[in-house]
């Protein structure tokens, strides 16, 4: 069977993001924007900044969820899953500036490099899941920055942290 090569309508493959679209073949072939690190020391100051906001504005400021210990917990395991992460990203985008060049032919299901990079782009995303390192910092930064939003916007009685 001879093989045609898909025409591709978007590339995108910055430092930052890889994206990969053919509008031919209604296909999206990798769509992964990099995520940046978190610093402790700027969610602290975020969360310190919170409870200062609260209190100035009378809120009553509960401290139930352990907001502060797990900004202080964010250890080696994220550190370390976050240097896999950018390499891993890196690898991918290597990987995909390589394969636009060289170019994808449908049919695509036998196209062993093609499954390989989606494999690991599925392993990027993973890494971002709520159980694992990575994802638990995600979790503290929004759960922090929403508190933040909360007391500057919002007349609230009381707030949990």
Sequence with gaps: ???????????????????????????????????????????MMHYRNTVK????????????????????????DYYSALTTYN???DALIQLWLKKVEAGIYAPTTDDNELNQMTTLEHDLIRMLHRDKPIGKALGIESDVLEALSSVKNRNLYSIRL
């Excluded at 910055?14 to 053919?22: C, F, L, P, R, Y």
């Excluded at 906001?53 to 080696?76: M, N, Q």
Aim: glycine residues 8%; proline residues 1%.
């Design 1 to 43: 069977m001879k093989k045609s090569r898909i025409n591709l309508t978007l590339v995108n493959i910055t430092d930052s993001q890889i994206h990969v679209i053919s509008h031919d073949c209604a296909t999206s072939f990798v769509g992964i924007n990099r995520i940046s690190g978190i610093d402790p020391d700027e969610l």
């Design 87 to 89: 390499e891993r990203f």
């Design 53 to 76: 906001i609260a209190k100035e504005k009378g809120i009553k400021v509960g401290y139930t969820r352990g907001l502060k210990k797990k900004i202080l917990a964010i250890s080696e």
